[in-house]
């Protein structure tokens, strides 16, 4: 009986997150029986054969969930493969018991944070836009950033797509004439959004490193080393996620409530 979403299924295989799967259906990667699928097509995990990119997904019934944190180093695409042949984060996970892929990204010449799971839910989790985990960055900046360059970052700034960020945490941890050290705490993923802010409001990013996510610090990991989340990290990760899932739907509620009270006080006016 095709009763389980295809989508899902790569996810919790371990092959990507469920939002990349939803990306490589599109792009028509993925068969099921020798046909390409479309968002939303179910399978029967118990007869269909799925693959992605001609390559057979052998569906295990139980798998172990794996978690992990790297120091990721400058230089290094966050990609699972590159067609051209650049260093790619997988290439320092090597002895990871199980085929696990990145959470989120770090771009190619940013460092630190950078989480690894092969369970697709709770990168779905972690990744979605409105559950607003919290990262925290150490940036380097040039040339010195002046107060109303600090507040528009803290207040919110309007990127290069017309889309404003939401309210950001921004500490001055060095200021010398010629460049500032700060510490930025966002809730949002948005692509380079910490460099696109900087851009925003006149800045050059020099350095970027991610130190926490959540609960789980870099600490003193090396660069280009990684370890095993404990227990207590994953569990404060999901519990950071939900609440923030929880607070996003109380607030879509409250703006739709509103919303049509409003619309009530219109019509009885007319």
Excluded at 254 to 260: G, L, M, P, S, V
């Amino acid at each position: 009986m095709r009763d389980t979403r295809i989508q899902k299924v790569l996810a919790e295989q371990g092959l990507c997150s469920r939002r990349a799967a939803e990306a490589i259906i599109e792009e028509e990667r993925v068969k099921l029986n020798g046909r390409p699928v479309k968002l939303g097509d179910k399978m029967d995990t118990a007869r269909d054969v799925l693959t992605v990119d001609g390559e057979r997904v052998h569906i295990a019934k139980k798998q172990e969930k794996y978690y992990y944190m790297l120091h990721k180093p400058r230089g290094y695409l966050t990609t699972m493969s590159d067609d051209r042949g650049r260093k790619t984060v997988m290439e320092l996970m090597k002895g990871v018991p199980a085929r696990v892929f990145p959470i989120g990204r770090l771009d190619k010449d940013s460092e630190g944070l950078l989480l690894f799971t092969n369970d697709g839910e709770f990168a779905n989790l972690l990744m979605h836009p409105s559950h607003g985990v919290s990262k925290l960055y150490r940036v380097t900046v040039h040339p010195r950033a002046a107060e109303e360059q600090l507040i528009a970052l803290t207040d919110g700034v309007v990127l290069d797509d017309g889309t404003k960020t939401q309210p950001a945490t921004v500490r001055v941890v060095t200021d010398e004439p010629e460049r500032t050290v700060l510490e930025m705490t966002i809730r949002e993923g948005k692509n380079r959004q910490i460099r696109r802010m900087c851009e925003a409001v006149g800045l050059e990013v020099v350095r970027l490193r991610r130190s926490a996510m959540g609960a789980v610090k870099l600490g003193m990991l090396a660069p280009g080393k990684y370890r095993e989340l404990t227990p207590a990290e994953v569990n404060a990760l999901r519990a950071a996620a939900r609440k923030g899932k929880t607070a996003a739907k109380i607030e879509r509620n409250t703006e739709a409530n509103a919303a049509r009270r409003a619309s009530r006080k219109g019509g009885a006016r007319r």
